[in-house]
């Protein structure tokens, strides 16, 4: 039989008496011991025991005796305490031994737990969470509490208590199990309690502009987990994200003591403003374009053109010309709250050259040689290259007076010399890479 580590008596002969306290329900073994001696065989023959209601039993057995013993007729092993009446067994076969045994269990006993119930044996907790304490306690007319921070509590019954500390700490709790009609008359049982204050933080909320990125901040914790509608998102410390629309981030943070912090980071965004215009670029062909934006945006914020030269407007259509020429970025830009939001393209602005002569194999007339090819110059510049020259793409087209199509190459290299046509005035299209169309005459004087 099972028996506890405080037995009176913890083996046996095989012929002895067996003592057992139970709680209630028979849920768990308080107490329990063997008591008989180690040679000499005992029994009880009925009628003879007596328990009150302190858990005291009384006894009268047949011990020690000579039946069930051959080599030791007078068997004396028996326990019997200093005082007793005989010592002894000084008959040949059984004899009456009668004996007091106190089993009455008063035992303090503190279970503690979570408020949920589902951590026995919780000794660490965090601010600002309770802790339930247990009274497993056995016997016991009243229970005396003492939770360690300056307060007590006296009950009568064995009902859970939940307790809330206010400050972070270590707390002795004892409880004391009183019943004065035991031997003991008190018991004791005490438990340590670690309360500790979480360290993790969360950073606080912010505004970012539509487009941006943005890095949240946790700390404190050696553990982190972010979500956005129970999604997780990330498990880093100070993750970056990019969120296109106002977001709530939660964030759960675990320190090194098990504390959580749970909190939210709010992300507002800024919404873009919907920026529409119109380009288009002016020009006459001998000079340089100009650029006209007209503004399409119909939202009602602070908007304006840049033009890319360190030059803008507010008006909502304008007609630019450039001082020089190059590649211009042009932008509409628009203000909301503290956030800028562009739209732009990139566009060259040169001065295009057409030319209205062309003098194939005539040395009266050119005796450089410059003019007999139809070339057109790209920049204004002396040195100007032409579009060829410059990787520009073109396509010419050209009529005679009557509309008839006398010369097209959609990928034009300056080398159209009128071949087989006479001199005369004729008329061009050139669609030039990036440029408006040009439309105009040339005239071939041979």
């Known amino acids: 039989m099972p028996v506890t580590g405080d037995a009176f008596q913890s083996t046996s002969s095989g ?27 005992t029994h009880v023959d009925g009628g003879t025991s007596r328990f009150d209601k302190g858990g005291i039993v009384y006894h009268a057995v047949c011990s020690g005796c000579a039946a069930y013993n051959a080599t030791n007729k007078s068997s004396s092993d028996f326990p019997t305490t200093s005082n007793a009446w005989s010592n002894k067994n000084n ?34 907790i965090c601010l600002p969470d309770m802790i339930v304490f247990q009274n497993r306690s056995t016997g016991g007319q009243f229970y005396e509490w003492d939770f360690g921070d300056g307060t007590a509590l006296t009950k009568v019954d064995t009902t859970a208590i939940i307790h809330q500390y206010q400050k972070e700490g270590s707390y002795s709790v004892r409880l004391r199990a009183v ?45 982190y987990s972010w979500s956005i509608k129970d ?83 507010t008006q909502r259509e304008v007609v630019y010309n450039y001082e020089s020429d190059g590649q211009y970025y042009v932008k509409l830009v628009g203000k909301r709250a503290f956030c800028v939001f562009e739209e732009s393209v990139e566009l060259p602005f040169f001065t295009i050259r057409v030319p209205n002569v062309i003098t194939p194999g005539n040395s009266d007339v050119n005796s450089s040689g410059k003019n007999d090819t139809f070339k057109v110059l790209y920049g204004d510049a002396p040195n100007s290259p032409t579009t060829t020259e410059a990787g520009v ?34 008329y061009y299209e050139i669609e030039i890479e990036n440029e408006p169309l040009c439309k105009g005459w040339v005239q071939i004087i041979r």
């Open 179 to 223: 019943d004065q009609g035991t031997c003991v008359g008190e018991d004791f049982d005490f438990a340590t309690i670690i309360v500790n204050k979480a360290t993790g933080f969360a950073g606080e909320d912010q505004t970012i502009c539509h487009g941006e990125s943005t890095q949240l901040i946790a700390d404190g914790g050696v553990q």
């Open 393 to 426: 793409k073109v396509s010419l087209s050209v009529y005679n007076r009557w509309g008839k199509l006398a010369y097209e190459n959609n990928h034009y290299d300056d080398s159209w010399a009128g071949e087989g046509l006479e001199a005369g005035t004729y």
């Open 15 to 41: 012929s002895d008496f067996y003592f057992m306290v139970l709680t209630d329900g028979a849920d768990e073994l308080l107490y329990a011991t063997y008591m008989g001696g180690s040679l000499s065989r």
């Open 231 to 313: 999604s997780l998102a990330s498990q880093l410390s100070s993750p970056t994200f990019s969120p296109m629309d106002t977001t709530t981030y939660a964030v759960a943070i675990t320190d090194i003591n098990g504390c959580v912090v749970k909190d939210t980071i709010g992300v507002s965004v800024v919404p873009r403003i919907d920026l529409q215009f119109d380009i288009e670029k002016v020009t006459d062909c001998t000079t340089r374009p100009a650029l006209k934006l007209v503004n399409r945006t119909e939202e009602e914020e602070e908007l304006f053109f840049d033009f890319g030269d360190g030059n803008s407007s």
């Open 91 to 124: 008959s040949f076969n059984c004899n009456n031994a009668a004996f007091k045994f106190d089993l009455s269990s008063l035992r303090a006993r503190i279970v503690t737990n979570s408020v949920e119930l589902d951590q026995p044996g919780l000794n660490k």
